[in-house]
């Protein structure tokens, strides 16, 4: 199914209004021809997962700027691993600091990009990673 | 294509009513795999009441789209939302954004939303959207709502797929000559102001009305709804007009029309989509060579087995919904 282009949701979670970085990412990611699917604010883990299911993606990545996301993405690993759904992509933005990126990677999280991160890196990891998942699952 | 177990496992999945089968089964549509699909779950569609939602972008679709899922779900309605956006016609890629206004809705087991790419399609929808309201038909969702991309004039392929079409408009956009020209004008079955806090909102409903006074209808008369969505003023008299629609259809038996109407016109998608595939592949490796257009079109057409002119038959073409009163 190499035919269709690669199903990204950009999601923000939580008390935090900061979608500047999402929104860029979003945009980062729709110039590289795949169809980016944006949930809005204040959104619940539950909610992210459900939105991953119904659109069929291939990729979540999670902007979080507020500092809970030594909560919030744990709690979409669990989501996901609840819904047998953790082949979709997880990964995350915004500001974490490395001794938290370890652990998230160590939950479940694929990649976390930092402030800085050049886009380039961001789009060569998605294609890079949900393409695979996208010849396994089909 | 895909194997026979696999296509096993997802009917299965999707028999069981996991959502992830029919989000599987939709993106199957979407990438030309869809045929294997609807041939099995083809009976069992033609249950759902197909909602059409259209107008230009920022008038509200989706905030309309989220009142109407709020409304049928207080009916006890199951519902599928399609929202279709544009996909860019340089990189391919798209930002489906219509999920922002349905966030309510995301964690409730009865709704199901897909956010679609049009893909390159013209119409409003995207090549795979009929696939799509098979679909959720076939999964048993009771009621399909359909958002198409922000529309201008002429975008009027939702009134071939819907059984009711909403064609939604914006307060201040334009005079009254707006109001009669051809196009998605003419496919309302129900026509919704919304913003009705706007102040040029109720020169808008002048103006729509006048509009249908100059006319008399073949059949169904369109209603007029004013609507704010934001808060909910004006959908249960939005949701009443859809279910006198539905009425009007069933009790004139005009459903049939409308459904024969669907069919044809999704046969016409999938044969101009295999068509356009092979017209595009020709065009790239044909070379002009000095020949005209209409040279080149003849030597391409030719084999498909068309040659020479083919005239358009006009008569069967013209049933107007509507003429001026004292035309007929």
């Known amino acids: ?73 744990p709690l979409v690993t669990e989501q996901l691993k609840a819904q047998g759904a953790d082949d979709i992509v997880f990964f995350g933005g915004g500001t974490i600091p490395p001794d938290d990126t370890e652990a998230l990677k160590k939950a479940g999280v694929r990649e976390i990009f930092t402030p800085g991160a050049p886009l380039s890196e961001i789009i060569e990891f998605v294609q890079r990673e949900c393409g695979k998942r996208r010849e396994k699952v089909g | 294509m895909i194997n026979e177990s696999t296509l096993d496992a997802l009917l299965r999945d999707f028999e069981a009513k996991r959502p992830r089968a029919l989000a599987r089964a939709i993106s199957l549509s979407e990438s030309g795999h869809g045929a294997a699909l609807i041939r099995h779950l083809y009976a069992r569609t033609g249950r759902a009441m197909t909602i059409g939602l ?52 995301f964690t409730d087991p009865d709704v199901f939303i897909r956010s679609m790419a049009s893909r390159g399609h013209l119409g409003g929808l995207s090549g795979a959207t009929a696939d799509a309201v098979a679909l959720m038909d076939a999964f048993g969702l009771d009621v399909v709502l359909i958002e198409t991309v922000g529309v201008g004039q002429s975008e009027i392929e939702i009134a071939e797929l819907a059984q009711t079409t909403l064609v939604a ?49 073949a059949g169904w008369v369109p209603e007029l709804v004013t609507t704010q969505a934001t808060t909910g003023e004006g959908i249960d008299a939005l949701w009443d007009a859809i279910e006198k629609h539905t009425a009007y259809l069933n009790e004139t038996g005009e459903i049939e029309t409308r459904r024969r109407e669907a069919f044809a016109h999704q046969v016409r998608q999938l044969a101009m989509g295999k068509l356009q595939k092979r017209l595009e592949h020709d065009l790239r490796v044909e070379s002009p060579g000095g020949l005209d257009p209409y040279a080149l079109a003849d030597r391409i057409l030719s084999r498909f087995g068309v040659h020479g002119e083919v005239e358009e038959d006009i008569s069967t073409a013209a049933h107007p919904r509507a003429s001026v009163k004292g035309l007929m």
């Open chain 2, 169 to 217: 408009l914006q307060p201040g956009s334009g005079d009254s000559i707006q109001v009669i020209k051809a196009g998605i004008m003419e496919i309302a079955d129900i026509f919704v102001v919304n913003k009705a806090d706007h102040p040029m909102a109720n020169q808008l409903r002048r103006e729509i009305r006048s509009m249908m006074e100059m006319l008399d209808f």
């Open chain 1, 1 to 73: 199914m190499a035919n269709r282009p690669l199903r990204i949701i950009v999601a923000k979670a939580g008390l935090d209004g900061h979608d500047r970085g999402a929104k860029v990412i979003a945009r980062a990611l729709r110039d590289a021809g795949m169809e980016v699917i944006y949930t809005g604010l204040f959104q619940t883990p539950e909610q992210i997962v459900q939105t991953a299911i119904q659109e069929d993606a291939d990729g979540i990545g999670l902007s979080i700027l507020s500092g809970a996301h030594m909560t919030l993405f």
């Open chain 2, 54 to 105: 259209t107008g230009p972008p920022g008038v509200g679709k989706s905030t309309l789209s989220s009142a109407l899922v709020k409304k049928a779900r207080s009916l006890h309605k199951s519902v599928g939302v399609i929202s279709v956006d544009p996909s860019s016609p340089f990189s391919h890629g798209a930002l489906l954004g219509d999920r922002i206004r349905l966030t309510e809705h």
